[in-house]
């Protein structure tokens, strides 16, 4: 059949409550014109995040039942253990309470000050967990990932000749390379199996350890599966059983690719990187067997973990961005192409090139989209990143929106009603105003600040 369809039938559903152009421009001058300030009772249809916001199935709401709260050996971390080592074969398995813990936990025991950590590109926790304990992270994207237009069908690679260069230059203060896999940054661009694989081999060279950041796995080893040479006939479970066979740990957000509302671990292979990790996890997140979940949020990772590599799902996940971007590009709409696992990027300082960077394209087609069908993107330009340490402001590399696509939760109209906000905002572009901030905090301004639309 040509048609893919949702492969799961709907059992218990949350209304949408519907509102109008006038009530949704009331909500956005009592938010400041923030979409994070909207609460989500407002809104319509909600593509602030794909994290923590999937439906779980029927199989892991009974999985919740099953859980066990023990504090120490508790039932739902061997199934939890058993379920993260069927795909990941990594010798320890450390759960969190969600990704940036795992984190926090790895670059409190390898980072420091003087360290330089490279990525392909790393999350902004990522990051902030880095520079937290004085050490640089740096980010060596594939040059192909700068040209929006471009359907290369691995935009998340790493540059490996600019990692060498690094590495032979200043590998002394390397303690580990990085790989976030799919890139985030680009709306989920994978990183194929051979470039997983020479970073390995590169990091292994120079006696570093490789950390995959595998929040999107099942996205990206779809993404392998269907695009890259002699990968087809190979099923995504040994797909990703290949890439994380030649990484020496990873960080995960549980709250990604494991369908769970929240949740996340480390795992490491080696036995006194472990130990020290386990020693911090007791004072930050907790015992071992429980890290900082429930013993039920354990069980419904499990559960989460064995649906996610259904290659039906993952299919039809990748289908909706594809089919909401070729539906835009027919129309013109400037877009990042290809389309990511988890988000569609609308291209704003292409759409909006009357609207200079400092009046904030990204943000003035967000607070559109919100405005004309109640559907919530997130900016990813100057507010997000424009303000200066010093408290300046510069322009940012893109001016982009994320439409980030919950997983299972919404449906093919829900999609079509998205293409139908965004092309209605499209025909009206000319008239879209920038926005300029009258209120913002010294750091993450863009969860916080308020703007005031400007009038010409
Ligand atoms: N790494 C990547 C690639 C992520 O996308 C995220 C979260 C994290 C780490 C941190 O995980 O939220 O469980 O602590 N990304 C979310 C997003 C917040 O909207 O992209 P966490």
Not at 2 to 11: A, G, L, N, V, Y
Not at 352 to 372: C, D, K, S, T
Request: net charge neutral; charged share 25%.
């Amino acid at each position: 059949m040509r048609t893919i369809i949702e492969p799961f039938r709907i059992k218990s559903v949350e209304p949408i409550r519907m509102t109008t152009r006038a009530e949704r421009q009331a909500v956005l001058t009592s938010a400041g014109y923030n979409l994070f300030r909207v609460r989500a009772e407002d809104v319509i249809i909600d593509l602030l995040t794909d994290s923590g916001v999937a439906a779980m199935s029927g199989e892991q709401w009974a999985a919740l039942m099953r859980g066990d709260e023990s504090y120490a050996g508790s039932a739902s971390f061997e199934r939890f253990d058993a379920a993260v080592k069927r795909l990941m074969p990594f010798k320890h398995v450390i759960p969190t309470h969600q990704g940036r813990a795992a984190e926090a936990i790895l670059f409190a025991l390898v980072g420091g000050g003087g360290k330089i950590i490279p990525s392909n590109t790393h999350f902004d926790t990522t990051r902030a967990n880095i520079e937290a304990t004085g050490a640089e992270a740096v980010d060596l994207i594939c040059a192909e990932a700068g040209d929006a237009s471009s359907d290369a069908p691995f935009k998340g690679n790493m540059d490996l000749e600019r990692l060498a260069a690094l590495l032979e230059a200043d590998g002394a203060r390397v303690p580990c390379i990085m790989m976030t896999i799919t890139n985030n940054a680009g709306g989920g661009q994978p990183a194929s199996l051979g470039n997983i694989k020479r970073v390995a081999a590169l990091a292994h060279r120079y006696g570093k350890l490789f950390i995959i950041d595998g929040c999107r796995f099942a996205e990206n080893a779809w993404f392998i599966k269907q695009r890259e040479e002699g990968q087809r006939d190979r099923t995504v479970v040994e797909i990703v059983n290949d890439i994380f066979a030649c990484a020496d740990g990873m960080t995960m957000s549980a709250k990604k690719d494991a369908f769970a509302n929240i949740g996340g671990w480390l795992a490491l292979n080696d036995d006194a990187l472990a130990e020290e990790a386990r020693t911090r996890l007791i004072l930050t997140e907790g015992f071992p067997t429980y890290g900082g979940l429930a013993g039920r949020d354990l069980d419904a990772i499990a559960q989460g973990l064995s649906e996610i590599v259904d290659e039906d799902y993952l299919r039809y996940r990748v289908r909706v961005n594809e089919y909401v971007l070729e539906r835009l590009i027919a129309e013109g709409v400037p877009v990042v192409r290809p389309a990511g696992g988890h988000a569609v990027f609308l291209d704003a300082g292409v759409m909006l090139p009357h609207v200079p960077p400092l009046h904030y394209p990204g943000q003035a087609l967000a607070v559109a989209l919100y405005e004309e069908g109640g559907v919530r993107g997130c900016e990813i330009g100057t507010v997000m990143f424009g303000r200066q340490p010093d408290g300046s402001e510069r322009p940012a590399r893109r001016e982009l929106v994320r439409l980030a696509m919950p997983r299972r939760v919404y449906t093919q109209s829900h999609a079509d009603y998205v293409v139908e906000t965004i092309l209605a905002v499209h025909q009206r572009r000319s008239e879209l105003r920038g926005l300029r901030i009258v209120r913002q905090p010294r750091a993450l301004r863009h969860f916080t600040a308020a703007f005031s639309p400007l009038l010409s």
